[in-house]
């Protein structure tokens, strides 16, 4: 039975970064996801004068309450979108003025809600070319705080980054939210955030975020959920059986959920106290799921379900159209190039059977897959390429944003199963 050692969580090593140059002390963050999302947010703190010492197991971080080290800094986020959006709400606590920019893909990528509600707050920020897009400039003379309403209907991001930022600012933060998306990484955020000594409250649709500050600690990143539902998916798909370490009952990450969409077309599962086993039964049925909390996971459930006995309608993802790329196209059209039959819409995708679980051949043709540059795309489509011969890849490496080693852990993997 393959056991799958599974990198550190991006989401969670982000926010713990923001979160141990926040605080006050030296914070120890334990197996930390070490990629180049990861690593450009390290990089952005550096920049912003905070010390980061990184080991290959741990990495310490000096946190300075007050804000920023120096007065001047030019970022660059990389394609990081945590980097993108968390580091300038940093920076607003401090005194100085901080510029940042982006890779084309994130300069793509929209911003307007989070900088809308900064503004709102007294935030001095400047988008230079498109307004809600980077570059942009922030001139901080930290924040007060108060009250503040933010549609966070295109990304959770935002109300974490505004949630992050509450006990920096003087007066705390009231955070009224109009619609929210990814509701179980807010979630993440708000555990967290606990770790380090804060306690958010939600009164109906406002979160309250008190001010003082948050205390240093030792915190250990457990593995990425989403990157793990590549590993269970392939179990499913083959009849094969995986197990990952470190992901259990007591997981932060709501894309754990993923192994319940693969229970309900049939595979069995297995969540222990501290892993989660996935067996394929040799049974994939149709299924129509609404995806909305674990949209991350939307390619991974695309690129099997040719394999099922039915149509599988996946819905609620239209917040997929404004990641990395629009992945709801980037699969329908993947899945056409291998002969698949495809409808989407604004905001679901319903996928054609073209071959059952148990037909080895599959008579699905091979195909080069089109990544836009999308680790998510690349990955979910390696899982297709189990049963599919001939499946290659435009851009392989762009598996390096989350999980640098990818196609070498995943091809041990798939001479297991």
Not at 130 to 158: F, I, K
Request: contains cysteine; hydrophobic residues 40%; charged residues 20%.
């Amino acid at each position: 039975m393959p056991v799958v050692d599974i990198p550190g969580s991006k989401s969670i090593t982000a926010r713990a970064l923001f979160l141990a140059a926040a605080a006050d002390g030296v914070t120890t963050l334990v197996s930390p996801l070490r990629s180049d999302d990861t690593e450009g947010f390290a990089e952005g703190l550096a920049r912003l004068g905070y010390r980061v010492g990184r080991t290959s197991d741990a990495w310490q971080v000096d946190g300075r309450p007050q804000g920023p080290a120096v007065t001047e800094a030019d970022v660059h986020c990389r394609d990081g979108a945590t980097t993108a959006r968390f580091l300038p709400t940093l920076a607003a606590t401090g005194t100085g003025t901080y510029r940042f920019d982006a890779s084309p893909q994130m300069r793509r990528r929209p911003l307007l809600p989070l900088t809308r509600a900064l503004r709102d707050l007294g935030v001095d920020l400047r988008h230079e070319e498109r307004e809600g897009h980077h570059p942009l400039t922030v001139t901080a003379v930290g924040v007060e705080g108060g009250e503040v309403t933010l549609d966070a209907g295109q990304s959770s991001q935002y109300l974490t980054a505004l949630l992050l930022l509450g006990p920096l600012t003087r007066k705390g933060l009231r955070i009224t939210v109009t619609d929210l998306v990814s509701v179980p990484y807010v979630e993440i955020t708000i555990a967290m955030m606990r770790a380090f000594g804060v306690e958010v409250r939600r009164e109906g649709n406002a979160f309250l975020v008190p001010s003082g500050g948050y205390r240093a600690t030792t915190y250990a990143v457990e593995p990425d959920a989403s990157t793990a539902s590549y590993f269970f998916a392939a179990a499913a798909v083959t009849g094969g059986e995986v197990t990952v370490l470190g992901l259990g009952e007591g997981a932060l990450q709501g894309d754990l959920g993923f192994v319940d969409v693969l229970r309900r077309m049939g595979a069995h599962v297995e969540v222990g106290a501290r892993s989660t086993t996935v067996r394929g039964t040799g049974e994939l049925r149709g299924v129509t799921v609404n995806m909305r909390d674990i949209s991350d996971t939307m390619p991974t459930l695309a690129a099997i379900a040719p394999f099922a006995s039915g149509p599988v309608r996946i819905e609620d993802v239209a917040n997929t159209r404004v990641k990395e790329c629009d992945r709801l196209e980037a699969c329908a059209e993947n899945l056409r190039r291998l002969g698949v039959e495809v409808a989407t819409g604004p905001d679901w995708i319903e996928i054609q059977p073209t071959a059952g679980p148990s037909d080895p051949s599959s008579g699905l043709a091979g195909a080069e897959i089109k990544s836009y540059g999308d680790h998510r795309i690349v990955m979910s489509f390696a899982v297709t390429g189990l049963r599919v011969p001939g499946i290659s890849f435009d851009d392989p490496g762009c598996v390096r944003k989350t999980f640098p080693g990818f196609h070498e852990e995943f091809g041990a993997l798939s001479a297991g199963l």
